[in-house]
């Protein structure tokens, strides 16, 4: 589990809930009618906009926000450069016994490695996995897109939910004493929405477009291992290409 989205989201909310409580009267900032405008509203609209598959999806990829964890790079490139150095010593068709190996630790360079052994050509390998990643990356996308539409749409509906209190408590001006109440009950959707959106549904849609950045690239250095393999690049220079790729310095080999 990576803690950042657990320790900055909780720690926003945690702020936000200390300055209440100091301020005194941490009742008056609980509205139900409220929640339901920015909560409820802010959802129903959103689903609005993609279809309810993907709409779905994209807000169960919350818990990604919060269990996902970043792949080793270093390993990775070491990884890559064992495969590269077995296909040099034992030819290409020695990776076969070890092929669910490469499926366990991604499908599609499981896949790859498959067409490899097959004896596939480069060029068919290439467009198998390019259309593979731009999937993945479309898929993921949908999910950050979702929270970035959230984002959008808590603040608005609690513009909205403030406008319906307003209105409310402008048919309240015979009595005087009711204003300030009900000033207070309007406000507090605006505060909904500010908080959702910048406490919540940002932290979450940047942390699933950095997911998603990062399993394209990774998906991509397994392409570039691949391409490198079958074109018999030396090992050691494949190594240094994909950990330039992904920015780590690795120890350079007798």
């Known amino acids: 589990m990576d803690p950042g989205a657990l320790i900055g989201i909780g720690g926003a909310f945690l702020m936000i809930i200390i300055a209440i409580v100091v301020g005194g009267s941490p009742a008056a900032f609980i509205n139900i009618p409220s929640l339901f405008i920015v909560v409820g509203g802010g959802m129903a609209a959103a689903l609005g906009g993609f279809p309810l598959k993907d709409f779905i999806r994209g807000v169960s990829s919350i818990k990604d926000a919060f269990l996902w964890k970043p792949?080793?790079?270093?390993?990775?490139?070491?990884?890559?450069?064992?495969?590269?150095?077995?296909?040099?010593?034992?030819g290409i068709l020695a990776l076969e016994s070890e092929i669910e190996l490469y499926y366990e630790r991604d499908p599609l360079l499981g896949d790859m490695i498959r067409m490899l052994v097959d004896g596939l050509e480069l060029e068919e390998i290439k467009?198998?996995?390019?259309?593979?990643?731009?999937?993945?990356?479309?898929?993921?996308?949908?999910?950050?897109?979702?929270?970035?539409?959230?984002?959008?749409?808590?603040?608005?509906?609690?513009?909205?939910?403030?406008?319906?209190?307003?209105?409310?408590?402008?048919?309240?001006?015979?009595?005087?004493?009711?204003?300030?109440?009900?000033?207070?009950?309007?406000l507090i959707t605006t505060l909904y929405g500010a908080i959702l959106a910048n406490a919540f549904a940002i932290p979450i849609s940047n942390k699933l477009k950095k997911i998603k950045d990062t399993e394209v690239l990774f998906k991509n250095i397994y392409l570039m291992a691949i391409e490198g393999i079958q074109k018999g690049v030396n090992p050691n220079i494949l190594r240094q290409e994909l950990s330039i790729m992904l920015g780590v310095e690795v120890a350079e080999e007798a």
């Open 71 to 90: 792949p080793d790079a270093l390993e990775t490139v070491e990884f890559l450069s064992e495969i590269a150095t077995k296909v040099r010593r034992e």
């Open 127 to 186: 467009i198998s996995a390019e259309g593979a990643i731009a999937q993945v990356d479309d898929k993921l996308g949908t999910n950050v897109a979702v929270w970035e539409k959230l984002a959008d749409l808590f603040p608005a509906f609690g513009m909205i939910g403030t406008l319906v209190g307003l209105i409310q408590m402008l048919k309240n001006l015979n009595d005087p004493s009711a204003l300030g109440p009900g000033m207070a009950v309007a």
